[in-house]
């Protein structure tokens, strides 16, 4: 009965799979010693700053957060030198993207996103009953050039997923300035920048730029990635102020928790933190690249904190590395059936997934 009660664009949407939880995983298998490199989580954890924050604000949760996270929009106004009203802060990055679908997309309006690419890009479109358009990748790298071939007069927004998660490449700034100067009026870029920490090519666009050049462009962050705070969901876009005042209309009054708000502020003191998170990521990224071609195991390289290493199956190796311990990502979900993608962990971490992998293949 309430099949027949929901929206179809509802139903036509297939629930998020997100990397199996840890505790799912112990129950199933009865294994203690796990590694998760599932979900592109930052395996130091969040900042001592950060968690001694969460402390000092446990007692003040029985109030209502600030609904516009004031301090911690200011901070970052500092931070990224934009103006305060440039900025705003959602219950993780994927807020902010449903908040664009919401904004903006009636049905029958057109987005593009590259396939694959982030998901819930197309979760937010359905949901708006607007019409997706999937551009398949150029290799692993999004076809900015088809994307923008891709736009009609519906369309309304593309989703710029750089690096691309899951296959971990970006896409650098010529490339990128071509697309905005082919776009007609009345579309937006929404660029996600999920990863930006991590990105090591020095041809990498910095899509504050574009905003302060007056380009029609939202640009995602998060603190869920190199901040390590995907628990306590907090992410945050920046943007005209124009376009910003569009997106506070249909957003929640509340939606950042008291937790998040003061984490966030606490770990954007900690450049260290972040500087550790960046060195695990390289000197892991490094290990892995060895040591999968010492084994002539074929892997995308990444400019991010995950990667998709090649296999023949892509169910058969996670299942296989499941038994072993060690929890992936099935990359078949995405479409690409002969590819895992992986977390880059700690070293041990790493080491585990390279010998789980050996041994089971
Ligand atoms: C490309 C990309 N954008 C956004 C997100 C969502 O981030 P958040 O945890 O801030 O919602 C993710 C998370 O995996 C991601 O990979």
Redesign the pocket.
Known sequence: MYSRLARPAVLDIRPYEPGKPLEEVRRELGLRDLVKLAS?ENPLGPSPLAVAAVRRAAGEIHRYPDPVCHRLTLALAERLEVEPSWIICGN???DLIRLAAEAFLDPGDEAVFADPS?I?YRYAVQLMNARSVAVPLEGFTLDLGRMAEAVSPRTKLIFV?NPN?PTGTAVGRAALERLLERLPEGVLVVL?E?YREYVADPDYPDGLDYVRRGYPVLVLR?F?KIHAL?GL?I?YGVAAPELIGVLRRPRQPFPVNVLAQEAALASLEDAAHLARGRENNDAGKEFLYRSLEERGIAYVPTQANFLLVRVDDSRAAFQSLLRRGVIVRPADAFGLSDFLRVTIGLPAENRRFVEALAEGG
Do not use: E, V
């Open positions: 592109n993780g990055a994927d982030f819930t997923c998660n996600d999920a998060t869920s995907a969901r992410g």
